[in-house]
């Protein structure tokens, strides 16, 4: 069964400060996806990687296959950056994610 | 440009009551899916569905049915209602092969049983 495990479970970082959030998988996929969701809120996708690395706006994330691990950075974190963020994986040859608890990020002004 | 939109966003049920959730999405996806997110789990798949009228069970599938008799809707039934069902239930929708991962969520839906 394919685990997939993020750390730290929950994040409190100050405005402005670097943040990483991790994720490791236990077997070959075909992509991965991280996803934001706010209290109460909805489920958003922010990238889907394959391989390498991604850039949107503040966010950062990268993959390494042969270590089956993924990170999620935000530069210059801001409140409004609040939020979980959850890792989730698709097995080789299929559409359907597995998902990892989330990470709860909470950025203070 | 809807997306994925789920109906009803709240429900409140007595054991042994069912309903219907729906979600709807205009995006031309062709797989569909019904997860459900619970304090201190990842969401866990329920149902899937790959094509018009086609279904399969997820992680998750007892207590629950689902159709999909067309390719922009697929519904999530629960025949009969146990608190043990007390979720947040999102739709999902993506398109193989979608360069930018194509995979969207619908805004949830809270039930309780009681």
């Known amino acids: 069964k394919n685990e997939v495990e993020q750390s730290p479970q929950n994040l409190t970082a100050q405005e402005g400060e670097f943040i990483t959030i991790n994720c490791s998988y236990s077997v070959g996929i075909s992509a991965l996806h991280w996803l934001q969701q706010h209290p109460g809120g909805g489920i958003v996708s922010l990238f889907m990687l394959s391989s390498g690395k991604k850039k949107h706006g503040r966010l950062i994330a990268t993959i390494n296959i042969q270590e089956k691990h993924s990170s999620l950075h935000i530069t210059a974190s801001h409140p409004r950056d609040s939020a979980v963020y959850i890792c989730a994986v698709a097995e080789g040859g299929s559409e359907k994610l597995v998902f990892g608890k989330g990470t709860k990020l909470t950025v203070n002004p | 440009n809807a997306g994925v939109t789920q109906t009803p966003k709240f429900r409140v049920l007595k054991t042994g009551q069912s309903m219907t959730l729906l979600c709807a999405q205009d995006?031309?996806?062709?797989?569909m899916y019904w997860y459900r997110q619970d304090p201190g789990m990842g969401l866990r798949l329920i149902h899937y569905?790959?094509?018009?009228?086609?279904?399969a069970k997820g992680e998750v599938p007892d207590g629950y049915n689902v159709s999909r008799l067309k390719k922009q809707n697929f519904l999530l039934g629960l025949e009969s209602a146990a608190p043990s069902q007390t979720s947040v239930y999102f739709c999902a929708s993506s398109t193989l092969g979608s360069p930018i991962g194509g995979y969207t969520f619908g805004s949830g839906t809270r039930l309780t049983v009681v």
């Open positions: 995006m031309n996806h062709e797989y």
């Open positions: 569905s790959v094509g018009e009228g086609t279904t």
